[in-house]
């Protein structure tokens, strides 16, 4: 594949951190959206990505000072926003095995915390840089607010006793992050960015810092990895998620970090009854600046290249797996080469299936994305309760069928659908209601948790 040295592509941004600490806020407020308000229970339980161009960054950095202005090798940042909740291990790791660089977000209120010191170790085995987002500084007594100005010029003009605070836990901060073998240190006084990580502070409600994180990120990949972003026509690209779409039908939400997508290409993706080969009808990405897992418009494009979130739309998407490599033929591809395709692709799912009991014997699980469906399989694992069956998508009245077949095998307790996040048909439900199947139903995925625990300690008694 050939390398071009003096082009680089966008570099991929992973914001890391336990639950809550900002992390889409931070987004929201870069831009200018809403997207956490959104949230069920204000949680995220899936990736999302958004693109932000170069010249929208240096809007946003130009009131850092002159001497300081970015130069312009990247033509942009791809962002990755991913999940904080303990449930979603997977997809922390994913999020962070996608990416070039990373921001953990620390509430400076709090320190550092469960899924904190996990992001940190998933940073540690792949090596990757990060910076901290030492976040809601304006949570400190008696902050007086400064909208969306450099931290550096924000914290001057605090009182004695509010500077005294932040001091106090910022060296706090350094101690804790000491402990688990990095050092670190607040931006400003980062005289070595190898060996130091830098800690910004900041705020995602009224904007503190936000430029100084930006200025950080651009400046760091161009510093640090102008040779991993030299940009190669080799094809990487990650399925996230698979979602049906008025209007488009059933379409997947990809993660292309190398080469180039077309439209027109053949593409080869993991099934859940086996390879799927399909022709790409058409590639869509939301606005700049707009977060890709938020139902919007969409800007149709000929051919895209890396990095991007993308839509793609094509025909025989209905059973794709989420999680795993999407892969492109050469010239058309000859059977021979397609062969190949399929079997590489069928490679990731087989971990997903172990999950199912050989016996037939457990309960079904139906989730919107497989992210969520490998939360619910570790849950389940570990609360040892077995699982007959796996899908994505509506909980048709099949699934009831196959579902109440453990009343028949005097396993009653395991005749429950766990249905995360989809749609259970209303001839679904009016067949479990006769069947006697148990349907249980959330959008927030540890209700379901708590649900069905409940349920089972009943049984149990
Ligand atoms: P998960 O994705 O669920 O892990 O959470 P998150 O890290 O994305 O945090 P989120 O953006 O959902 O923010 C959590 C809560 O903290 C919301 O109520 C936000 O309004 C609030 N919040 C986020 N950043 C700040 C901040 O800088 N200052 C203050 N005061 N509140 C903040
Ligand atoms: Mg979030
Ligand atoms: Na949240």
């Not at 987002?133 to 605090?158: E, F, G, H, S």
């Not at 993991?270 to 707009?290: F, S």
């Not at 025989?316 to 999407?326: C, E, I, Y």
């Not at 095998?409 to 006697?436: C, G, I, M, W």
Request: aromatic share 6%.
């Amino acid at each position: 594949s050939a390398r071009t040295p003096d082009r680089l592509r966008s570099p991929i941004v992973c914001i890391l951190g336990h639950v809550d600490t900002g992390k889409t806020k931070i987004l929201d407020k870069i831009r200018k959206t809403n997207v956490q308000d959104g949230e069920a229970g204000g949680i995220t339980q899936q990736i999302g990505a958004t693109f932000f161009p170069l010249d929208a960054v240096k809007r946003e950095t130009s009131k850092l000072a002159a001497g300081r202005a970015l130069s312009h090798d990247i033509p942009a940042l791809l962002i990755i926003d991913t999940p904080g909740h303990e449930s979603f291990t997977n997809l922390r790791s994913r999020g962070s095995s996608l990416c070039d660089i990373a921001i953990l977000v620390v509430d400076i209120m709090h320190g550092l915390e469960p899924q904190t010191m996990e992001s940190i170790q998933l940073l540690k085995q792949r090596k990757t840089p990060f910076i901290v987002a030492l976040n809601k500084v304006d949570r400190l007594y008696d902050w007086k607010a400064k909208p969306m100005t450099p931290v550096i010029d924000a914290l001057p003009a605090q009182k004695k006793h509010v500077q005294d605070e932040f001091k106090r836990r910022l060296e706090e901060t350094k101690v804790a992050f000491a402990e688990v073998g990095f050092n670190s240190e607040v931006y400003w006084d980062n005289d070595d960015v190898r060996s130091h990580v830098s800690l910004v502070p900041t705020s995602a409600i009224s904007g503190e810092g936000i430029p100084d994180l930006l200025y950080l990120l651009v400046s760091l990949t161009q510093k640090l990895m102008s040779d991993r972003l030299m940009w190669t026509s080799h094809l990487e690209c990650t399925l996230l998620e698979v979602k049906v779409i008025e209007g488009l039908g059933t379409t997947i939400d990809v993660i292309l970090t190398g080469g180039t997508l077309k439209e027109g290409d053949t593409i080869v993706v993991c099934g859940l009854d086996g390879a799927i080969v399909t022709t790409v009808r058409a590639l869509l990405t939301p606005h700049p600046m707009k977060e890709m897992r938020v139902k919007g418009q969409y800007v149709r494009h000929a051919s895209i290249e890396a990095a991007q979130g993308i839509k793609i739309s094509a025909d025989g998407l209905d059973r794709a797996v989420a999680g795993t490599q999407l892969l492109i033929t050469e010239d058309g591809g000859s059977e021979e080469e397609l062969d190949l395709l399929r079997v590489e692709v069928m490679k990731d799912f087989a971990t997903i299936l172990t999950a199912v009991d050989r016996s037939g014997v457990g309960v079904y699980v139906q989730a919107s994305t497989l992210g969520s469906l490998e939360a619910l399989l570790a849950f389940l694992e570990s609360s040892e309760i077995p699982v007959a069956g796996l899908n994505i998508g509506p909980v048709h009245k099949k699934d009831i069928v196959k579902t109440s077949t453990m009343i028949e095998r005097k396993k009653k307790e395991y005749a429950t659908v766990l249905a995360f996040d989809v749609p259970v048909e209303k001839e679904a439900r009016e067949l479990a209601e006769e069947l006697d199947v148990r349907i249980f139903t959330a959008d927030i995925i540890y209700h379901l948790f708590d649900q069905f625990t409940a349920y089972m300690d009943d049984i149990r008694g």
